[in-house]
């Protein structure tokens, strides 16, 4: 679906390693349909312009987004892999949140926007909320 003016599409895919990713590039986008990876559909909207959202990336095939400067220089510091800046949140105080929950069996995060989704995955004693990671 088309955007919201001065907004762009955030995709969410659940990866074959059971990992979700998300990612506003259509080319990158595109590149995971080809490879047959499952498209769960667009996340949310992000604005064009505000405060950034960082991407990183692991040895061990993990990515991890946040707004933090500080958590993004931490992860570069401890090894990650800088993938820069892949989409921007609300710089306000209002707006739709995106929570940040985390898998302490696995590692993996999810983010997610639905607050049913979050108390979902929150009945299951391997996840802990990490609270809200940005507004969009």
Known sequence: SIPN???ENVYRFLLKDGRHFWTSSVSERNALLNAGEKFEGIAWESPLAGEPIYRTYSSD????WTKSLDEFKSLIKSGWRDEGTVWSSRNQ???QVVYRLYNIKNGNHLFTSSSQ???TVLSNSEWR???VSWLN
């Open 5 to 7: 003016e001065g907004y």
């Open 61 to 64: 095939g993990k990515h991890f």
């Open 93 to 95: 105080t209002s707006g």
């Open 117 to 119: 989704e979050k108390s």
């Open 129 to 131: 909320y990490e609270g």
